[in-house]
């Protein structure tokens, strides 16, 4: 298991001569142990009152740390308290019984309490975050955000960066007075994430600039609200995301945490010599080992996408035009040795009005010692949607044959990414000694579908609900691999961008029963935006990859297995 690369810092601290409102202490410790309970390293410091309870409440779990501490003798209570008389004021609108000044000089010991944990470094680790003691409490879905802390614990984040939630516009560097008398959500304040150097800078920000704030707004506000200040007046520019007072505050984009290989330095790429076709690009391939060869089917198309999101056509009725080339490769350098047009054989009725011809996202698989195709056809789809044809491929007449649509187990508008699979039939009463032919419908619940032949419908036969982090997002993405572990594969998700992002992972399912097992961080190929991958293998202890970019720029991608571990165990409902 992956050591942690994010250590959490927190605070329980004694402000108040009595209980405000419901949270008593034991509000606060039933909230905290969800935190304990999501088994992230944490660091809290806590008034020494408190000891007793935390550390009985804390026995056997190693993951959390108690530091006792006189919140009085911390810098930012002396920095403010120690001011002439009358250099500042609590803002006129604030919760009186609630927001005491030493309940507002805790808000801004935030970066302080950071501080002293990232001094002493005790998990060793090259981010840490701020999170409030009992934050559970906002959470709707606890279980599926304690795992989604937990996966979040072990990410690799950009090297720098401060990564914070909020719920609203940057405040105007002209109108910063709006601050100094209300709440201002600009931050929500209960999550803050970034790199060592970057918090560091945070809290000397602090240190500097929080005795200007006081004398020149006449205000101790909350910290947030010097938060929008810093950032309107002082160029501090964090990482913001948009989120809510729930779940959403501890959920950021995928941008924040999925590596590059290319970055890594340890994965290479090699561009093929693919044969030009006037108007068309080499894009997305598939890879299969069959008869003792190495295969690939290469889908080209003939628009051109611009980094902004915008297709070229190259023709005047905008409309996607598929061609699908196979090659034979060479065994050792995976470099093609040929190149074929397929024909495509198809005795369905096209539909010339649909904004897509012929047949797209071609995946390969051999069952049976014989091969077929899955692929997403609008050109042939009768209902005028988006539909999965399977079919036979012929790689020594060069063609996709016997094609036929298969309906969906649902009512959608849009089919894509079918994974197929196989497995033997273990029925003694049933056997025939074939393989049974499957597909992975979709990621969660994960659901998987066997085609009925007399009614061309895939239907769900098996189902497994899980609650692990992205795979609401999840597709396809190549069909799996067979190794001593179980069966391999990539699968991919995004984000809605201009244009998307794209991020992939890598997938361990048990044998046969397909079951759910372990998965990898999220990376990136080579950049954030459309990469999209349908094809790998396994060579020796190296991933090969056959990715597109921006539907075009098609490459072979290899990097050692090593460098993409299986680190996280997937959590069933």
């Known amino acids: 298991m992956a050591e942690p690369t994010v250590t959490y810092v927190t605070s329980y601290i004694n402000i108040y001569e009595r209980v405000y409102g419901n949270r008593d202490i034991e509000w606060r410790t039933r909230h905290f ?34 530091k006792t501490i006189d919140f009085k003798s911390m810098e930012i209570y002396k920095d403010a308290m120690e ?9 006129r609108n604030r919760n009186v019984e609630k927001d005491t000044a030493e309940y507002i000089l805790l808000m801004h010991a935030k970066t302080e309490f950071i501080h002293r944990v990232i001094e ?77 150097e ?42 913001w995301f948009l989120a809510d007072h729930n779940d959403s505050m501890v959920q950021f984009t995928a941008d924040y945490y999925s590596r590059s290989l290319l970055d890594t330095g340890k994965a290479t790429f090699h561009e093929y010599e693919y044969p030009k076709i006037d108007t068309y690009y080499p894009t997305s391939a598939s890879y299969l080992f069959h008869d003792g060869k190495d295969w690939l089917n290469t889908r080209y198309v003939n628009y051109w996408l611009y980094p902004n999101g915008c297709y070229l056509f190259h023709n005047s009725e905008r409309i996607i035009e598929n061609k699908n080339i ?43 010692g014989k091969v077929k195709f899955v692929a997403s056809t609008l050109g042939y789809s009768p209902s005028g949607r988006i539909r999965i044809m399977n079919g036979d491929y012929d ?12 309906e969906p187990p649902y009512d959608t508008y849009c089919e894509k990414n079918w994974v197929p699979i196989s497995r033997k039939n273990t029925d003694k009463d049933t056997d025939t000694g074939l393989e049974e032919e499957l597909f992975i419908y979709k990621w969660m619940p994960i659901e998987i579908g066997r085609i009925n032949r007399e009614t061309n419908t895939l239907e769900i036969i098996e189902r497994y609900e899980i609650r692990t982090p992205l795979f609401h997002r999840v597709r396809g993405s190549a069909p799996f691999i067979e190794t001593a572990d179980g ?5 991919h998700l995004s984000e809605e961008y201009a244009p998307r992002h794209y991020y992939h992972m890598m997938v361990l399912l048990e044998k046969d029963s397909y079951r759910p097992l372990k998965y990898s961080r ?7 935006g459309v990469e999209f991958c349908i094809g790998m293998r396994i060579l020796g202890n190296k991933y090969i990859f056959w990715i597109s970019r921006h539907d075009r720029d098609a490459m072979m991608v290899q990097v050692d297995m090593a460098e993409i571990p299986l680190i996280f165990d997937f959590k069933m409902n």
């Not at 999220?522 to 954030?528: A, D, P, Q, S, V």
């Open 395 to 406: 790689l020594y007449t060069h063609e996709c044959k016997n094609g036929v649509v298969i």
């Open 83 to 91: 001011l002439p008389q009358g250099t500042w004021e609590l803002p």
């Open 487 to 491: 069966m391999l594969g990539v699968v």
């Open 522 to 528: 999220t990376f990136t190929f080579r950049t954030l």
């Open 198 to 239: 970057s918090l560091v800078h945070f809290y000397r920000m602090y240190r500097q600039l929080f005795h200007q704030f006081l004398k020149e707004s006449r205000r101790l506000v909350w910290e947030v609200n010097f938060w929008a200040w810093l950032e309107a007046k002082h160029d501090w520019a964090p990482l």
């Open 326 to 368: 196979l090659s034979e490769l060479d065994p050792e350098t995976m470099i093609p040795l040929s190149y074929y047009e397929m024909n495509e054989k198809i005795e369905l009725e096209k539909h010339p009005k649909a904004y897509s011809h012929g047949i797209e996202d071609v995946r390969l698989y051999s069952i049976n």
């Open 120 to 196: 002493e470094n005790p998990w060793n680790t090259g981010h840490f975050a701020w999170i409030d003691f009992n934050i559970a409490y906002i959470f709707k879905e606890m279980e599926k955000t304690k795992e989604y802390l937990y996966v979040q614990s072990k990410r690799h984040f950009l090297e720098k960066c401060i990564i914070i939630p909020g719920c609203w516009g940057k405040l105007p560097a002209d109108d910063v007075a709006r601050a100094y008398d209300d709440i201002h959500w600009r931050f929500c304040g209960g999550f803050i994430l970034g790199d060592k």
């Open 33 to 66: 142990r969800n935190l304990m309970l999501a088994n992230i390293n944490i660091y809290a410091f806590i008034s020494p009152e408190y000891e007793e309870i935390l550390l009985e409440m804390t026995k056997g779990y190693p993951n959390v740390i108690l």
